[in-house]
T-cell receptor, first 112, second 113 residues
C-alpha cells in the first residue's frame, strides 16, 4: 500500500552541489510528474513523463534533469544547486492524461 | 494555456458554519477540474474532480463543487466546517490530452472553535 514514495524527506545543499531526488511508485502508472511548491504560487510543473523512456518539460524546467528508465522510478536531478531552488518538491503519478494525481509526501530542499 | 485563479488566499470560518472556497479557471477547451487538499507537512489528496459529466460534483468529507461554464467557475463548498478541515486547498485545471495541469496559488482555510 505504498503508493508514491519520495526520498529524502529533507535535504540541505550548498550552492553548486548536485543531488538526486528519488521517486518511486507501485501503482503501475504510466504517467509521472515533478512539481515544486513555493509559498503563494501553488505547485508548478518541472518535468513529466508519459512512459518509460519518454520525458518532457513543464512550466519551470531550468536547472533540473530527469530520466525514466523504468515505469516505477522517476528521479529528479539538480546538477548545480542554486538558492532559487529552495522549495518543497512533490512527485506524482497518474494513470492517464487528466486523471487524478497521486502525490508523494514531498522533499523539503534548502540551498544555502 | 489553461490557468486557474483562486480568489482568496485565506478563508477563516467558525466550526459548524458553511465553507466557500472560490476558483475561476481559463481554458481553451473543455477542461477537467480538480480540488486537492494539503494538510500541514503532507502531500496532496484529491477531494473531487469534474470531467464533463454532472456539473455538481460530490467529493470526500462532505465537500462538493459546482462547474459553471458561463461563469468559468468551480467553487468548493461544504455545509458545515469541522476543525479537521483546516488545511490548504488547491484548484487545478487541465485540458483534454494535456499533461500540464495548472494549479491555483492555494487557499488556506482556518476553522475557529
Amino acid at each position: 500500500n505504498a503508493g508514491v514514495t519520495q526520498t529524502p524527506k529533507f535535504q540541505v545543499l550548498k550552492t553548486g552541489q548536485s543531488m538526486t531526488l528519488q521517486c518511486a511508485q507501485d501503482m503501475n502508472h504510466e504517467y509521472m510528474s515533478w512539481y515544486r511548491q513555493d509559498p503563494g504560487m501553488g505547485l508548478r510543473l518541472i518535468h513529466y513523463s508519459v512512459g518509460a523512456g519518454i520525458t518532457d518539460q513543464g512550466e519551470v524546467p531550468n536547472g533540473y534533469n530527469v530520466s525514466r528508465s523504468t515505469t516505477e522510478d522517476f528521479p529528479l536531478r539538480l546538477l548545480s544547486a542554486a538558492p532559487s531552488q529552495t522549495s518543497v518538491y512533490f512527485c506524482a503519478s497518474y494513470s492517464r492524461a487528466n486523471s487524478p494525481l497521486h502525490f508523494g509526501n514531498g522533499t523539503r530542499l534548502t540551498v544555502t | 494555456a489553461q490557468s486557474v485563479t483562486q480568489l482568496d488566499s485565506h478563508v477563516s470560518v467558525s466550526e459548524g458554519t458553511p465553507v466557500l472556497l472560490r476558483c475561476n479557471y481559463s481554458s481553451s477547451y473543455s477542461p477537467s477540474l480538480f480540488w486537492y487538499v494539503q494538510h500541514p507537512n503532507k502531500g496532496l489528496q484529491l477531494l473531487l474532480k469534474y470531467t464533463s459529466a454532472a456539473t455538481l460534483v460530490k467529493g470526500i468529507n462532505g465537500f462538493e463543487a459546482e462547474f459553471k461554464k458561463s461563469e468559468t467557475s468551480f467553487h468548493l463548498t461544504k455545509p458545515s466546517a469541522h476543525m479537521s478541515d483546516a488545511a490548504e486547498y488547491f484548484c487545478v485545471v487541465s485540458e483534454k490530452f494535456n499533461n500540464d495541469m495548472r494549479f491555483g496559488a492555494g487557499t488556506r482555510l482556518t476553522v475557529k472553535p
